[in-house]
């Protein structure tokens, strides 16, 4: 099939779920009963969710078969070896914690690394800096819940929707080493390498990138987690973009990548592909100390280790996930059909960051240039497209990215992106042809689109619960 111009869905559909459509009167009346906020939309009144890719994909029949097979003893079952000898076989990682998701490895691994440090070199955790090319929302949550700062050490164009490069999820490394001097390197009790890159818009970080963080932090004795959620979306763009790697397969970058990170959290909603499901993993002997003590942590917050946060028949779902998810023309397909959609947008004058991994980031600060920050230019875009076409998408900018706790003033935010993320083989072609269209008469309108204003303003994490009207 090499000369097609076009690759279409490789695979075949046989479950569905029935959506319903609605009329314009009817979704005005459901965005504004949810304080013009999409999180909290029934999703039975969503057309096309694009809200997220997390658990909300099509999983494969090889995926569901497994789940029969589930072991479900509480300790030692079968079906943990199956999961931990995948992660052993595709990673390279000795001792791996299931967890009910991402954020159930963060909860474990940060507050064991934070404490290690405070008890093997005296320090104080209020000095405490841990440095990523970008925090996760929760994981920054967690570190700052730990009594730690987070930083980010990103590159320059990383925001800037006007650039392209290869990897633009990569860290600045000088502003990395600069972050490490600053703190004190005993101070740093981790750092973060997250691929790819999902704030800046599931932007793919090198090889060569992270084996030179790697370097700097084995200079430092600081531990290197890998936040793995999209790791074979980002192997797919090394084996496009990094030189020397185009004859490498999908699974031996991966093999690659982790060599240069000491431990794996994974949330496995992504390219995983599971419902629910999570991972946390240690390389080797040298952190026999961390994963003994993530161990005992994961009793009290997961589960007894050997299950953690999930059931039998999940660990062996998850345990095919994982190489599933790595299918060569499965990431061909799905990095395709982003690509496709920024595309569509691009030529009707919709500025988009460049084609990442899981989702198109529209730059709603060029869409909206009169709505201010403050008012959240890509929030107002958000209900926009909601009433426009029943389609929901979530706000990458002001909102998300909170208020400074000691100061009270809103954290300024490099961009103000509206992410219409792709779930896993749950939408066509033709919904991405729709989600095009629908923005034509967005664009028309834009002028009209008023900024928003807080009716109710929770004082953490807001975008999930605020309630706002138009100014
Ligand atoms: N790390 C990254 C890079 C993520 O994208 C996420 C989740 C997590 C950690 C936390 O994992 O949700 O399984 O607890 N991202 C989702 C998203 C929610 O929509 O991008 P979790």
């Known amino acids: 099939m090499e000369n097609f111009k076009h690759l279409p869905e490789p695979f075949r559909i046989r479950v569905v779920e029935p959506v319903k459509t609605t009329t314009n009167e009817y979704r005005e009346k459901a965005i504004l009963e949810s304080g013009m906020n999409p999180f909290l939309l029934d999703s039975e009144d969503v057309f096309i969710d694009l809200l997220t890719d997390s658990g909300t994909g099509a999983v494969t029949q090889d995926m569901q078969a497994a789940m029969l097979r589930g072991d479900e003893a509480y300790s030692g079952s079968r079906s943990y070896h199956a999961l931990a000898n995948a992660v052993k076989d595709i990673f390279g990682y000795e001792f791996t914690i299931p967890t009910h998701q991402g954020r159930g490895a963060e909860q474990i691994y940060i507050p064991v690394l934070i404490s290690m440090r405070e008890k093997e070199k005296g320090l104080e955790r209020s000095k405490m800096v841990a440095i990523s090319n970008y925090f996760f929302d929760t994981t920054q949550g967690h570190t700052q819940v730990n009594c730690c700062k987070a930083k980010n050490a990103y590159i320059e164009d990383a925001f800037d929707t006007s650039v392209n490069a290869d990897f633009k999820g990569n860290f600045d490394l000088d502003k990395l080493e600069y972050a490490i001097q600053e703190a004190g390197p005993k101070n740093v009790p981790?750092?973060?390498?997250?691929?790819?890159?999902?704030?800046?818009?599931?932007?793919?970080v090198s090889i060569a990138n992270l084996k030179a963080v790697y370097e700097i932090a084995q200079r430092y004795d600081i531990p290197v987690i890998m936040d793995s959620a999209r790791f074979a979306e980002n192997a797919y763009f090394i084996q496009q973009r990094e030189p020397g790697y185009q004859d490498w397969t999908i699974e031996?970058?991966?093999?690659?990548?982790?060599?240069?990170?000491?431990?794996?959290a994974m949330s496995a909603k992504k390219d995983a592909m599971v419902q629910m499901g999570g991972l946390l993993c240690f390389k080797n002997?040298?952190?026999?100390?961390?994963?003994?003590?993530?161990?005992?942590?994961?009793?009290?917050q997961e589960g007894f280790p050997t299950y953690g946060g999930l059931e039998g028949g999940a660990m062996e779902r998850l345990a095919v996930g994982l190489y599933d998810g790595m299918r060569q023309e499965w990431l061909a397909y799905r990095i395709a059909q982003v690509k496709y959609l920024v595309d569509g947008l691009d030529e009707i004058g919709v500025v988009c960051q460049q084609a990442g991994g899981h989702a198109a980031f529209v730059d709603a600060g060029k869409l909206l240039p009169h709505v201010p920050p403050h008012q959240f230019p890509a929030h107002a875009l958000a209900c926009e497209l909601y009433k426009v076409a029943g389609i929901r998408a979530v706000e990458i900018g002001s909102l998300l990215q909170g208020r400074d706790p000691e100061t009270g003033k809103q954290y300024p935010c490099p961009a103000e992106l509206l992410r219409l993320t792709i779930p896993r083989a749950t939408y066509t072609q033709s919904h991405m042809d729709f989600i095009i269209e629908a923005f034509e008469k967005v664009k028309e309108r834009a002028a009209q689109v008023k900024g928003l204003e807080f009716v109710y303003e929770p004082p953490v994490l807001r975008h999930f619960t605020a309630r706002l009207k138009e100014v």
Request: negative net charge; hydrophobic residues 30%.
């Open 190 to 204: 981790y750092i973060v390498s997250t691929i790819t890159c999902n704030s800046a818009g599931g932007q793919p």
């Open 252 to 264: 031996a970058i991966t093999r690659e990548t982790y060599k240069y990170a000491d431990g794996l």
């Open 285 to 300: 002997e040298k952190f026999l100390d961390a994963y003994n003590e993530c161990r005992t942590l994961c009793v009290v």
